[in-house]
């Protein structure tokens, strides 16, 4: 298996410009999240998705920050505009999951990450 | 209080030592409790689950206090290779949504 495969790995741009990134869960895993990793804060859940329908977007910083999961095997997460406050390391992490009254513990395996910098 | 809590460290401690985290959570309803790694610029990755009865995986033993709400890891005979950020998570809900904690640093010293 190919693992969680995000893209791209590194981003850089200037303050105002949308950022789009992507990620591609393993196949056959029922549950995707995105994180945002920084020193300050730590690792953010930022949102996830069950079955892809959006189940707690609560740790979405704000309007600015949008996620979506058209089908099984992909996500978004996009930034419009940027701010230099933005700047971090994106996590996305799937999981199979046994549903939402499930007590599950199945494992959350993360992608690379993607190293956003915006100037 | 924070939903998660580690002590960020860093644990400086030489090879062959043992060395213990703990982390401890403010949900009492929580219901799944995990050990992550973090290597520098990497991906976290799951180290151990850990159960109500502890457990063990070769050097490395976890342990679950329900009652004071703590979580602790125990590393044996430290390795330079044991070098990371160890990550508390604890998941609660309906969906499992989990809490990362910021993670506690270890340096293995030669």
Redesign the interface.
């Known amino acids: 298996d190919a693992g969680v495969i995000q893209s791209p790995r590194h981003e850089v741009t200037e303050m105002g410009q949308e950022v789009t990134l992507r990620c591609k869960p393993i196949s056959g895993h029922n549950s995707l999240f995105w994180y945002r990793q920084t020193m300050m804060r730590g690792l953010e859940l930022l949102i996830y998705f069950n079955n892809n329908v959006p189940i707690d977007d609560s740790g979405m910083p704000e309007d600015r920050f949008s996620a979506k999961m058209p089908n099984a095997s992909f996500s978004t997460l996009k930034i419009q505009p940027s701010e230099p406050r933005d700047s971090a390391v994106y996590f996305c992490a799937s999981s199979s999951q046994t549903g939402w009254r499930g007590t599950s513990t199945d494992t959350q395996y993360f992608g690379p990450g993607t190293r956003l910098t915006v100037l | 209080r924070k939903e998660v809590e580690q002590d960020p460290g860093p644990f400086n401690v030489p090879e062959g030592a043992t060395v213990a985290f703990n982390c401890t959570y403010s949900n009492s309803a929580s219901?799944?409790f995990?050990w992550y790694r973090q290597d520098c610029r990497?991906?976290?990755?799951?180290l151990m689950?850990v159960y109500s009865s502890g457990n063990e995986d070769g050097r490395f033993t976890a342990q679950l206090n329900r009652a004071s709400q703590y979580i602790s890891l125990l590393i044996r005979d430290s390795k330079l290779s044991d070098s990371a950020t160890y990550?508390c998570v604890v998941?609660s809900g309906?969906?499992?949504?989990?809490?990362?904690?910021?993670?506690t640093k270890l340096q293995v010293i030669p």
């Open positions: 219901q799944s995990f990497k991906e976290p990755k799951l689950s990550l998941s309906g969906y499992q949504k989990v809490t990362f904690g910021t993670g």
